[in-house]
């Protein structure tokens, strides 16, 4: 496993940016994954983007009385004032099956699983930073769908890595249609501050 970029540098609390403050991602790749398909793919400042951009749109809806089912144990204020953290570890098609069938008992690549920290709420509010878990991108996949669907890459890791954080959240599009409707609107209305077009049409 090659890493691509990791954010553990020290800076002081004054003169940190806003986005160090409240998030620190971790975005590590499989050997079979080149620097050019990191470089050109998977640039650092423009996940991080996507991330915060996500977290930002789930403050506001927090904000209008969302529960994150995955943290509604935890106390809304104290969630958003915690750092946040995210893995995001980007693979081929062939570890992106083993790790599918592993984990879904699915024998096929799929574009993105997501592993929640599954962290109880009171060892969450002893912790500095707050963990999401982790996001597996199978890239072979996200590139293969994004021609079908007549797509940019660019555009379709940008909706998927939402889908993904949604996930990592605790909202489930398979749990039925007011779920997958919801989940929907919510990466439709944060691809949209991030001038993407909709994925839907």
């Not at 920290?117 to 769908?145: F, K, N, Q, W, Y």
């Not at 909202?171 to 001038?195: K, P, S, T, V, Y």
Request: some cysteine; overall charge negative.
């Amino acid at each position: 496993m090659n890493q691509f970029d990791n954010d553990n540098g020290h800076q002081d609390e004054k003169n940190h940016t806003q986005d160090e403050s409240l998030v620190a991602l971790d975005i590590n790749a499989a050997d079979s994954i080149s620097d050019e398909v990191l470089d050109k793919f998977y640039d650092r400042e423009q996940l991080l983007s996507i991330m915060m951009a996500t977290l930002d749109d789930m403050d506001g809806r927090i904000n209008d009385g969302l529960t994150l089912p995955y943290f509604a144990d935890i106390d809304s204020e104290l969630w958003q004032d915690k750092p946040k953290t995210l893995d995001i570890y980007i693979t081929d098609e062939i570890e992106g099956q083993a790790l599918n069938l592993e984990a879904r008992g699915k024998d096929y690549a799929t574009n993105i699983l997501s592993y929640p920290s599954e962290l109880p709420a009171a060892v969450i509010e002893l912790m500095p930073t707050l963990p999401l878990g982790e996001l597996i991108v199978c890239h072979d996949v996200m590139v293969r769908e994004a021609r079908e669907q007549d797509k940019t890459v660019v555009q379709h890791i940008s909706h998927l890595l939402i889908h993904g954080i949604l996930h990592l959240l605790g909202f489930d599009h398979e749990l039925g249609d007011a779920e997958q409707e919801e989940m929907e609107r919510f990466e439709i209305e944060i691809l949209a501050g991030l001038n993407l077009p909709n994925p839907y049409l």
